[in-house]
């Protein structure tokens, strides 16, 4: 509902030419009323509404500017999207409201739980935290109806655990954590929450440790991606700045060992970045990218290490052990690479090179 008498009296008014003594005369009132109407200082009766609507051939309802919102369950829905969108305060009623018309539909709860939680952790209320945990474990029992793929009992108990740290109750969010990490996916929350909150750098560090072994993962995936983007369009520049992101990333990750994990897709990555050098018109550049690919693949075959014990900061990292498809030696993640890349120019210096005494 939206009443904005004043603006609309002002408004057809004016579309038809009166002054405010002229609609007061023909309405019978003081051209001070009229002003405290317009200025919403005060609002014409009942009778006088009706007087205006007829005046000026209009309906009551349009002149008081009411619009009646549709209560369908979608409309609903939208509007709650739309309140947590815009960070609305007053939707935390419009999600009552919702709530006691539809308290069995999976996308009224949900959205409710979502408002509930951001407003909660913007204003550090905790009445509205406690709300959106409630609504949160009524959707995890109607995620039967949910068709959005991005949304399941993970991500929702994902938001419960960070309610639960919102509260200060950080041992119920670390059990939610814990029980609910697939593949490892919150071991980066769950370390940094054991030793800032729970002061238990112990056990912190196994997850952080863990978390970093995976993000390091993702990132050649990530920066492999780019890669491929980039090179069909022909856009070398940025072929090797995502490359040169992720190289300066991994020699930072080398220990003092002669090799890790991740050796073998640097290596790729080298000889990729040689590529785009040649095709930018920087063959010294590439001679130097494929010098130090010769030489990573020579100390990663001479002493090969598939874990992660060849990596700074990782510790206490139980069974990760990395398994590709780039060949079973270095060697041979070169040659594969470069018969990929289907360059001449540097399949030639590689050649050179690797016969240079």
């Not at 109407?37 to 051939?57: G, Q």
């Not at 474990?137 to 740290?165: C, H, V, W």
């Not at 520049?237 to 994990?261: E, P, Q, Y």
């Amino acid at each position: 509902m939206n009443i904005n008498l004043s603006e609309n009296i002002r408004a057809h008014r004016r579309a038809r030419s009166l002054t405010q003594q002229q609609l007061a005369d023909a309405l019978g009132v003081t051209v001070g009323a009229v002003y405290k109407w317009e200025a919403n200082l005060s609002a014409p009766d009942l009778t006088l509404l009706v007087e205006l609507a007829d005046l000026f051939d209009t309906s009551v309802d349009v002149l008081l500017g009411y619009h009646v919102k549709s209560n369908k369950q979608a409309d609903m829905a939208a509007r709650l999207r739309e309140c947590l969108q815009n960070r609305d305060t007053d939707g935390l009623a419009e999600a009552e409201k919702a709530l006691l018309r539809y308290p069995n539909c999976f996308d009224i709860v949900y959205q409710s739980a979502k408002l509930y939680y951001l407003l909660g952790l913007m204003g550090s209320e905790k009445p509205l935290l406690r709300r959106s945990i409630e609504l949160m474990e009524r959707a995890i029992l109607l995620l039967g109806q949910n068709t959005d793929p991005k949304i399941s009992e993970f991500s929702i108990t994902y938001d419960m655990a960070g309610a639960y740290s919102a509260l200060g109750e950080e041992e119920k969010a670390l059990e939610l954590l814990k029980s609910n990490n697939p593949r490892g996916i919150n071991d980066d929350v769950i370390g940094q929450s054991l030793v800032v909150f729970c002061n238990r750098p112990g056990e912190a560090v196994e997850y952080l440790s863990t978390a970093l072994v995976s993000v390091s993962a993702m990132l050649i995936r990530i920066a492999n991606g780019f890669l491929n983007v980039y090179f069909k369009r022909d856009d070398y520049a940025s072929g090797a700045s995502i490359l040169k992101l992720a190289l300066d990333f991994f020699a930072g990750l080398k220990s003092d060992r002669k090799s890790n994990m991740f050796d073998k897709p640097c290596v790729s990555f080298l000889i990729c970045l040689a590529h785009a050098q040649l095709k930018l018109g920087k063959p010294g550049d590439a001679r130097a990218s494929l010098l130090a690919a010769k030489k990573l693949a020579e100390e990663f075959d001479l002493d090969p290490d598939y874990s992660a014990g060849g990596l700074r900061f990782i510790s206490a990292v139980k069974q990760q052990v990395a398994f590709d498809t780039l060949g079973s030696t270095a060697a041979e993640t070169a040659a594969k690479t470069l018969q990929s890349l289907e360059n001449e120019s540097l399949s030639r210096m590689w050649e050179e090179i690797t016969n240079e005494e």
